[in-house]
C-alpha cells in the first residue's frame, strides 16, 4: 500500500493523478495516518513548509517503529526550505512540488517493485492468459488491502462471484492449486514483507489479523520451510515466493 499524508487540499489533484492505478490511500488526519503506516509499504508527506519543529518531532516517532518503510517527502523547492531538510533525517526521497507529474509516479513504482505482490501485479498485466477476468482477480489480489483470510472474504472485497472463479481456476492451473493456496502464498509473503517493516511477528499477527502459529504452518506447507527460514530466504529479494508458485502452478 502507499499511503499519502497532505492536508493541503490543493495539491492532492496533482498526486491522485500522478498515482492513478497504483494502490494509494490518501488520509489528512494524524491519528489515522499513524495507524496506517505499519501497513504502508511507501509513505509519501506532502508538506510544503518545513519550519515545523513539532512537525520533524512527529515524523521521528512515527518513523522509529517502522524501518522498513520508505518515505518521500514532498515540498516546496525554497531556500527556506532546503535550509530545513537537514533535520528531515527520516525520509528516503526529497521531491520538489514541481516534479511531482513527471517524478513521483516512475519512482514510487521503483520502490513497489522491491515488494513482492506489487512486482507480481506487474507481471501479470503481460502474461496473455486466455481469462482477462482470472488474471484481474489475481492482480487485484495482490493489491487488496486488508488480505481477507478465506478466498470468499476475498471474492467479496474485489466484487467478484466465488463460484466463477472456482469455474475459471482448474482450466488455467494444476490440480491442488486451488484459490486457496494462492490466498495461503499471498499472506505468507504479505508476512515476510512487515516483518520487515514492523520488527517482530507479534506485530504482524496484530495487522494481518492471523495468529503467529497460522501463519507457520501456511509456511510449511506452502514452502517446506519454517517462517524464520522463508524471511531469511526472502529478505533482499533473495526468493520470490509468489513467484516460485506461479511458475509451479499453471497447467502448461
Given at each position: 500500500m502507499?499511503?499519502?499524508f497532505?492536508r493541503?487540499?490543493t495539491?492532492?489533484?496533482s498526486?491522485?493523478?500522478?498515482?492513478?492505478?497504483?494502490?494509494a490511500?490518501?488520509?489528512?488526519d494524524?491519528?489515522q495516518f499513524s495507524?496506517?503506516?505499519?501497513?504502508?509499504r511507501v509513505?509519501?508527506?506532502?508538506?510544503?513548509?518545513l519550519?515545523?519543529?513539532?512537525?520533524?518531532?512527529?515524523?521521528r516517532?512515527?518513523?522509529?517503529?517502522h524501518?522498513?518503510n520508505?518515505?518521500?517527502?514532498?515540498?516546496l523547492?525554497?531556500?527556506?526550505?532546503v535550509?530545513?531538510?537537514?533535520?528531515?533525517?527520516g525520509?528516503s526521497?526529497?521531491?520538489w512540488?514541481?516534479?511531482?507529474s513527471?517524478?513521483?509516479r516512475p519512482?514510487?513504482?521503483?520502490?513497489?517493485?522491491?515488494?513482492p505482490?506489487?512486482?507480481?501485479?506487474e507481471?501479470?498485466?503481460g502474461?496473455g492468459?486466455?481469462?482477462?477476468?482470472?488474471?484481474e482477480?489475481l492482480?487485484?489480489?495482490?493489491?487488496?488491502?486488508?488480505?481477507?483470510?478465506t478466498?470468499?472474504?476475498?471474492?467479496?472485497a474485489?466484487g467478484?462471484?466465488?463460484?466463477?472463479?472456482?469455474?475459471?481456476?482448474?482450466?488455467?492451473?494444476?490440480?491442488?492449486h486451488?484459490?486457496?493456496?494462492f490466498?495461503?502464498?499471498?499472506?505468507?509473503?504479505?508476512?515476510l514483507g512487515?516483518?520487515?517493516?514492523?520488527?517482530s511477528?507479534?506485530?504482524?499477527?496484530k495487522?494481518l489479523?492471523?495468529?503467529?502459529?497460522?501463519r507457520?504452518d501456511?509456511?510449511r506447507?506452502?514452502?517446506?520451510l519454517?517462517?524464520t527460514?522463508?524471511?531469511?530466504q526472502a529478505?533482499g529479494?533473495?526468493?520470490d515466493f509468489l513467484q516460485?508458485?506461479?511458475?509451479s502452478?499453471?497447467v502448461s
Amino acid at each position: 500500500m502507499i499511503l499519502v499524508f497532505s492536508r493541503d487540499s490543493t495539491l492532492l489533484d496533482s498526486i491522485t493523478a500522478a498515482l492513478s492505478g497504483l494502490p494509494a490511500t490518501f488520509e489528512s488526519d494524524h491519528e489515522q495516518f499513524s495507524e496506517l503506516i505499519a501497513l504502508a509499504r511507501v509513505v509519501i508527506l506532502i508538506i510544503p513548509r518545513l519550519d515545523d519543529d513539532a512537525e520533524i518531532a512527529w515524523l521521528r516517532r512515527l518513523a522509529a517503529p517502522h524501518p522498513g518503510n520508505t518515505w518521500i517527502l514532498v515540498t516546496l523547492a525554497e531556500l527556506e526550505n532546503v535550509a530545513h531538510l537537514i533535520d528531515w533525517r527520516g525520509v528516503s526521497e526529497v521531491m520538489w512540488i514541481e516534479q511531482v507529474s513527471r517524478n513521483l509516479r516512475p519512482i514510487v513504482k521503483n520502490l513497489l517493485s522491491a515488494d513482492p505482490c506489487s512486482r507480481f501485479a506487474e507481471l501479470l498485466q503481460g502474461v496473455g492468459m486466455p481469462s482477462d477476468e482470472l488474471v484481474e482477480f489475481l492482480r487485484r489480489a495482490c493489491l487488496a488491502w486488508p488480505l481477507p483470510s478465506t478466498v470468499k472474504g476475498l471474492c467479496r472485497a474485489l466484487g467478484v462471484k466465488e463460484d466463477r472463479i472456482r469455474y475459471l481456476w482448474p482450466r488455467f492451473f494444476l490440480t491442488g492449486h486451488g484459490p486457496k493456496e494462492f490466498l495461503d502464498i499471498l499472506v505468507l509473503v504479505r508476512s515476510l514483507g512487515l516483518k520487515d517493516a514492523n520488527g517482530s511477528w507479534a506485530n504482524v499477527a496484530k495487522l494481518l489479523r492471523i495468529r503467529t502459529a497460522t501463519r507457520s504452518d501456511i509456511c510449511r506447507r506452502t514452502t517446506g520451510l519454517r517462517l524464520t527460514e522463508a524471511h531469511e530466504q526472502a529478505r533482499g529479494g533473495g526468493r520470490d515466493f509468489l513467484q516460485e508458485w506461479w511458475l509451479s502452478s499453471r497447467v502448461s
